[in-house]
């Protein structure tokens, strides 16, 4: 079985290297407004990235009653992948009440909130999961009585 040690720095090469039981399932979670072009952008990096991070993912769009062809957009993606969900909203409630929201439907204990015209990059959620990878190790250590070596000094907390 791999492991991480708290020592190592926090990237994505640790969280690749950390067991399954370690890592946890996310739940992306993207709202989306007059998008029509995006979400299929979004999800192909989406999943290169998640497919080789965590044993178990989902991505929900949450369509605010923008129009602009969104919601076929991400019909579409839904019926090709099964971890695909879609909500749409019966108006627009604006981005934090389309964000709550789907927070809610998220089934996963992690959720990641990402936007969907990819302002933030898909290819950067490795970095704070590696984090929440090494405290989940620190808290997993200490419930068995082990004193977790810390070098502060050899950490990326970036």
């Not at 959620?125 to 984090?131: D, E, Q, T």
């Not at 009585?145 to 990326?156: E, V």
């Amino acid at each position: 079985m791999n492991t991480i040690s708290r020592d190592c720095a926090a990237t994505p090469q640790a969280v690749r290297n950390s067991s399954a039981e370690i890592r946890p399932a996310i739940s992306v979670v993207v709202p989306v407004y007059r998008s029509e072009g995006t979400p299929r952008a979004l999800h192909e990096r989406v999943v290169a990235v998640l497919e080789r991070e965590v044993p178990a993912f989902e991505i929900i769009f949450v369509e605010d009653c923008g129009g602009a062809g969104s919601w076929q957009a991400i019909e579409a993606l839904a019926t090709a992948d099964a971890r695909v969900r879609g909500l749409r909203l019966s108006r627009n409630y604006a981005k934090h009440n389309a964000l709550l929201c789907v927070i809610r439907a998220a089934r996963h204990e992690v959720v990641v909130t990402i936007e969907d015209d990819l302002q933030n990059p898909p290819e950067e959620i490795p970095k704070p999961l590696a984090a929440l990878i090494l405290s989940k190790v620190d808290r997993m250590a200490e419930r068995k009585g082990c004193a977790a070596q810390t070098d502060k000094n050899h950490r990326s907390d970036s």
